[in-house]
């Protein structure tokens, strides 16, 4: 599916204050609930999602985070639903009706009408093509339904599962970030992409 943005007009919202509720085949899309927040600890501190997201800078620091959120962290996540500036979801999976992760459209540059996209999923939610649908829901919401014009993201060499997701969805690569990244003493690139709301993107398309 084509993001055909100037055909929306006024119907589009600037802004992304708006929390919807998106449903695909595999994922359902939504505003944080308790449950979901409480499900997000462990995610938060599995190795692999500390380490893909540049959140560590070493394998030792990577295994041996605290599974249980903070007070802070929790109550960053209960803000959430107040923010204009930023779009969490809880990435939940449709077949078991629990959290697996989330996906974020954060960043906001709204006079230039573009902003950062990031999606995490922890163990249960991984090699089951649920990120792929969950980006793709994002990326129909936010060009079908606000004023974005422009999303961008960066992947660590190390992730090339991630780069293939975001290419598939439709990101083009922009460029390389050189030596990024200081994990395990070695340094590591961070690649730049970036989607319009004119360019082609495959994927399905949100039932409300």
């Known amino acids: 599916m084509g993001g055909e943005a100037e055909n929306h007009g006024d119907e589009r919202r600037e802004g992304l204050g708006t929390k919807p509720v998106l449903v695909g085949e595999r994922v359902i899309l939504r505003p944080f609930t308790e449950a979901d927040i409480v499900a997000m600890g462990p995610i938060l501190a599995d190795p692999e999602v500390l380490k893909l997201t540049g959140s560590v800078h070493s394998t030792r620091d990577a295994e041996s985070a ?29 077949a078991g009706g629990h959290c697996v992760g989330e996906v974020v459209l954060n960043n906001l540059d709204a006079e230039n009408r ?28 936010a060009f079908s339904n606000t004023t974005l014009h422009r999303i ?13 997701v975001y290419e598939r969805a439709g990101f083009s690569l922009e460029g390389t970030a050189r030596a990024a990244l200081l994990f395990d003493g070695q340094f590591i690139d961070a690649h730049v992409f970036s989607i319009l709301a004119t360019d082609p993107r495959p994927g399905p398309a949100a039932r409300s």
């Open 66 to 94: 605290d599974p249980r959120l903070d007070a802070a962290t929790r109550t960053w996540y209960e803000g959430l639903a107040a923010r204009n500036d930023r779009l969490d979801l809880a990435v939940v999976d449709a």
């Open 114 to 141: 573009s902003c950062g996209f990031r999606i995490l999923l922890g163990p249960a939610g991984r090699n089951r093509s649920l990120g792929s649908e969950a980006t793709a829901l994002l990326l129909e919401h």
């Open 152 to 164: 961008a993201l960066e992947v660590y060499d190390f992730n090339p599962r991630a780069r293939h």
